[in-house]
């Protein structure tokens, strides 16, 4: 079965500090994987995806993901987090098999530090 | 283009009632998927709807239903509400075809709140 595990439930970093977010997924064959941002109030907003390709992807905002099949990862990373990057943030897998059917991770919270 | 449009942003029922969620989609995306986001359990699949037609439905009871009309606005109904219904209720819609690789856009969800 398919599924999405985001260990880290919260993270705090400190304005201009490195980010990176991790998001480990199950799935059987070569898996679409997507990050999305929630922002209070607001639904999700798409960050960046990998098909296929290249495994080192570029986002909005600065963001990008490195998709490592070995370890059924997608983590996703910012050299410099500004504050307005203090959201929820969500790992998805696409399983090509069931059509547009999306598996969530449960997401991880980010609390940027002034 | 508008975004995905989602009414009521807010409700609150009492256990046992009814309720239906509104979503109009982007113009010209046929998809449209429910998702339920509760602190707990994240985000959970409910059902997906294309031309009118489910497509895709997740673990739900069948308390929970939905439709699609045909200029792709959909509506999702949830019957005899129970406490634990109370989440934000996200629709995401799609431009088209069966394909995971249809980039979902969410709209900014409907918090039910079920006293």
């Known amino acids: 079965a398919q599924s999405v595990t985001q260990p880290d439930i919260h993270i705090t970093v400190s304005e201009g500090a490195s980010l990176e977010l991790r998001c480990n997924y199950s799935?059987?064959?070569?898996?679409?994987l997507f990050w999305y941002v929630q922002s209070p109030g607001q639904g999700l907003q798409l960050l960046l995806k990998?098909?296929?390709?290249?495994?080192l992807v570029q986002g909005i905002k600065g963001f990008e993901a490195e998709f490592k099949r070995s370890q059924s990862s997608f983590n996703l990373r910012k050299p410099s987090v500004h504050w307005s990057d203090a959201a929820e943030y969500f790992c998805?897998?696409?399983?090509?098999?069931?059509?547009?059917?999306?598996?969530f991770g449960t997401g991880t919270s980010l609390t940027v530090i002034p | 283009k508008a975004g995905v449009t989602q009414t009521p942003r807010y409700l609150i029922k009492t256990r046992g009632q009814q309720v239906t969620l509104s979503c109009s989609p982007i113009?010209?995306?046929?998809?449209v998927s429910w998702y339920q986001q509760t602190p707990g359990q994240g985000l959970q699949f409910l059902f997906e709807?294309?031309?009118?037609?489910?497509?895709n439905k997740g673990n739900f009871p069948g308390r929970f239903s939905g439709r699609q009309f045909s200029n792709s606005r959909s509506e999702m109904n949830v019957s005899t509400l129970e406490l634990g219904d109370s989440a934000l209720y996200l629709c995401?819609?799609?431009?088209?075809?069966?394909?995971?690789?249809?980039?979902?856009?969410f709209g900014a969800g409907t918090r039910l709140s079920v006293l």
């Open positions: 995401a819609s799609s431009s088209e075809g069966m394909s995971a690789k249809n980039i979902q856009y």
């Open positions: 799935y059987g064959a070569t898996p679409y």
């Open positions: 990998y098909f296929s390709g290249d495994t």
């Open positions: 998805a897998v696409g399983a090509h098999d069931t059509g547009n059917q999306f598996y």
């Open positions: 113009s010209g995306h046929r998809s």
């Open positions: 709807y294309f031309s009118e037609t489910q497509r």
